[in-house]
């Protein structure tokens, strides 16, 4: 009997799905498109149970779905799941296990990673899973686990460009930024609209570059994205939005503040608003800075009734969140000295990775404090943590001319050394 026979289906990966309509199969597929290429379609998992509503594989990936957009109707779908997993294939039972845990309320984020490696040790080619498990490393804060993870599944996805970009992250978060580029260009050599690739690339770029390649990079990869007719996603402008506030900080934003103002033009449609608070505390310094004070402060009062609104333990793990959207309104506006007072002195952006960033995107808030302690006249207290930071990472020129600034406001010799120091390290960048 063939499988048409039999009531089965192959999805994208080529795994068999218990259902005999096509056009559930063919909403399961664009999902997963939806999905890698961060669509703004991913509700086409919804038609899936229309379709065919005994479908295991179609029903647990739509409460998936509308569990993340915190929709009350994801428990429909997950019963309709649960109530036809024996008659599910092996694929769609490793799929509503881990899927299912992983939206419990009480859930491990240990142990739904443990049932992610485990489909993808037995189902290795479904990159949909891969993205769930990079998601969960992410707010884990183990890029080294992630790592492992892709490059278990890495031989059977060689021709597939979203296993590069995916490869490239945990590689940044590592500090192996060689590595992590030539993932990110073999993922574009595929397919140059991977948007994960090319948020990877930007990150690169927000390391020390020549001014030049750095703007290159915004204007042909990043903000071109805002003219496709699904760019609103969060990573467009998280690239985007990163990227100058980076030249912001580093006294190179006055060149391209014309950019700031077109970018700044979108981000007053709400839309965008509360998709990822990494992406909420960028959009208030750009608005803040372009001027745009009532948009912002509609948004800052959203994220606190947002915050207030939470479980005791969930409101103490984002005010931290809050506090540093705050801060960046006012920097954004010009007020260094409430910027700084709502930092503390003990800032480290490490901290935040609750708000849902890399290492690499919360370091440019080190720099923003960094900043603002000069700016506020602490130079003592700007010299004790970039010197430490220059123990962990001394290649930055930036952090020399930083540190090379508080010397002379504290009138030491060593001014000159460490701008030298500068000096060296960006020949050696443009020469390289």
């Not at 569990?67 to 799941?81: N, P």
């Not at 939206?103 to 080619?125: C, G, M, Q």
């Not at 000295?337 to 609750?354: H, I, M, P, Q, S």
Request: charged share 30%; net charge negative; aromatic share 10%.
């Amino acid at each position: 009997m063939g499988e048409e026979d039999k009531g089965l289906k192959l999805d994208k990966w080529g795994y068999q799905v218990k259902t005999s309509s096509d056009k559930c199969i063919y909403a399961i597929n664009e999902f997963y498109d939806q999905v890698l290429k961060y669509g703004r379609r991913r509700s086409i998992i919804l038609e899936a149970p229309g379709h065919d509503e005994h479908c295991v594989l179609g029903n647990i990936l739509a409460a998936h779905y509308l569990s993340s957009t915190g929709s009350s109707k994801a428990s429909c779908f997950l019963q309709a799941a649960k109530s036809h997993y024996d008659e599910a294939t092996a694929y769609e039972k490793a799929v509503f296990d881990a899927v299912s845990y992983l939206i419990s309320e009480d859930r491990d984020d240990e142990l739904a990673l443990e049932l992610h490696t485990k489909l993808l040790r037995d189902f290795p080619r479904d990159l949909v899973t891969l993205k769930r498990a990079h998601l969960l490393c992410f707010y884990m804060g183990h890029p080294s686990l992630f790592l492992d993870v892709v490059e278990q599944v890495l031989p059977k996805n060689e021709q597939e460009a979203y296993i590069y970009g995916m490869l490239a992250f945990p590689l940044l978060e590592l500090g192996r930024m060689d590595e992590a580029e030539r993932a990110s260009r073999k993922a574009l050599e595929i397919n140059q609209q991977d948007l994960w690739a090319q948020h990877c690339v930007s990150l690169i770029f927000e390391s020390y570059s020549p001014l030049e390649k750095v703007l290159d990079v915004y204007d042909h990869h990043i903000i071109a994205e805002l003219h496709r007719p699904d760019a609103a996603h969060p990573e467009v402008y998280l690239n985007a939005i990163g990227l100058l506030l980076r030249l912001h900080v580093r006294g190179d934003i006055s060149l391209y503040e014309d950019r700031l103002e077109t970018l700044a033009s979108h981000l007053t449609d709400q839309a965008i608003w509360y998709m990822e608070w990494h992406l909420d505390v960028l959009i208030l310094w750009a608005l803040a800075r372009t001027g745009k004070l009532s948009p912002a402060q509609e948004l800052i009062e959203g994220l606190r009734t947002r915050v207030s609104n939470m479980n005791k333990k969930k409101q103490q793990k984002m005010q931290r969140g809050l506090s540093l959207a705050e801060a960046l309104y006012e920097y954004g506006r010009g007020d260094d000295e409430r910027a700084v007072e709502l930092l503390g002195l003990d800032f480290n952006a490490n901290d935040y990775k609750a708000i849902g960033a890399s290492d690499e995107q919360l370091d440019v808030f080190n720099e923003v404090w960094y900043t603002l302690l000069l700016n506020t006249r602490q130079a003592s207290k700007a010299i004790e943590v970039i010197e430490r930071k220059l123990k962990e990472r001394d290649g930055l020129p930036f952090l020399w001319r930083l540190l090379a600034k508080g010397y002379l406001m504290m009138g030491r010799e060593e001014a000159a050394s460490a701008t030298e120091k500068a000096n060296a390290l960006e020949r050696a960048y443009f020469d390289g």
